[in-house]
């Protein structure tokens, strides 16, 4: 990974980021993100939540994606995620209801799995 100078790309609001469509690199739109989710201890984001499907938000449901998984234009306010919409079919979601226990070390292991990236605590 390419070490950034700091300050070499601006620090971004939250609420900035929430309401951002997500693309692929193809320019498919796989949905927006609804909120982010910051590491108390670390000060980190941890993840990025977005929410694909549904329509008027009913139905849709909600993913956790590693931040780093996501590359932010900030002339653009939009968020691309390199993954194909097949294997983004096969993503770990949850409903809006029943939000996962987000402390549960195996769960965010797995999760930056799936997205190939390493766990940002390590």
């Known amino acids: ?3 950034l100078q700091p300050f070499s790309r601006s620090p971004v ?6 309401g951002t469509k997500l693309y692929s690199h193809k320019s498919e739109t796989f949905g927006d993100v609804k909120d982010v989710v910051i590491d108390p201890n670390s ?8 929410a694909f499907g549904g329509f008027l938000s009913l139905g849709e449901q909600l ?6 998984a996501i590359e932010y234009s900030v002339d653009k306010n939009e968020c691309v995620l390199d993954v ?6 096969e993503a770990p979601g ?3 209801d029943h939000w996962p226990a987000m402390a549960d070390e ?17």
């Not at 993913?63 to 780093?68: C, H, K, L």
């Not at 194909?84 to 079919?89: A, E, G, I, T």
């Open 1 to 3: 990974m390419t070490q």
């Open 13 to 18: 609001r939250a609420s900035t980021l929430i």
């Open 43 to 50: 000060g980190r984001v941890a993840y990025v939540v977005v």
């Open 63 to 68: 993913f956790t994606v590693p931040f780093s």
């Open 84 to 89: 194909s919409p097949d294997r983004l079919k």
């Open 94 to 96: 949850f409903d809006p």
């Open 106 to 122: 195996e769960w965010n292991r797995n999760l930056y799995t799936f997205y190939g990236q390493a766990p940002y605590w390590e």
